[in-house]
């Protein structure tokens, strides 16, 4: 099976695309294929408002049919861009949030995140703070941080 079928499976069984970009799949395959899914049942949407149209001509006559049915298909096309539009928006918003995501799972592992902002030392001072760092590789040893200006 396919990547792209394999993540139209789990998507049609209802798996949010984060999870599937979690378990590994690449997030260009999930997103290609979610939207692909989106047009589809669009399209499927509008073919079954244009059916119930059709039966709808039964009981009309065509001239009234056909000056109703113009202004309605050009409003549906019209939402259907809207939706299309939004719905690329929001899929932006969702792969920005998972960038996020992994930015913060980065950073969580950083030693003294933050300290700059939170320490205060005892002497009043705010900020000034250096960690002793060694390369764990040749031994050598420097100091990392914020040092008032002398």
Do not use: Y
């Not at 590994?24 to 079954?48: C, D, Y």
């Not at 244009?50 to 001239?63: D, I, T």
């Not at 928006?89 to 969580?108: G, K, S, T």
């Amino acid at each position: 099976m396919k990547v792209t079928e394999h993540v139209e499976h789990l998507l049609r069984q209802g798996k949010k695309p984060k999870e599937l970009t979690e378990l590994g799949f690449p997030k260009q395959v999930v997103t290609r294929v979610r939207r692909q899914l989106k047009k589809e049942k669009i399209a499927s949407q509008l073919k079954g408002q244009k059916g119930k149209a059709g039966a709808e001509s039964h009981l009309q006559s065509s001239a009234t049919l056909s000056s109703q049915a113009e202004p309605h298909q050009v409003k549906l096309s019209f939402l259907a861009s809207k939706v299309q539009e939004l719905e690329e928006r929001v899929q932006a918003v969702e792969a920005l949030q998972v960038d996020l995501e992994e930015l913060q799972n980065c950073l969580d592992g950083t030693p003294a995140l933050g300290l700059k902002h939170c320490f205060k030392c005892h002497c009043g001072a705010s900020g000034f703070v250096a960690l002793h760092i060694k390369c764990t590789k040749c031994g050598r040893e420097t100091w990392r941080g914020w040092f008032p200006k002398e």
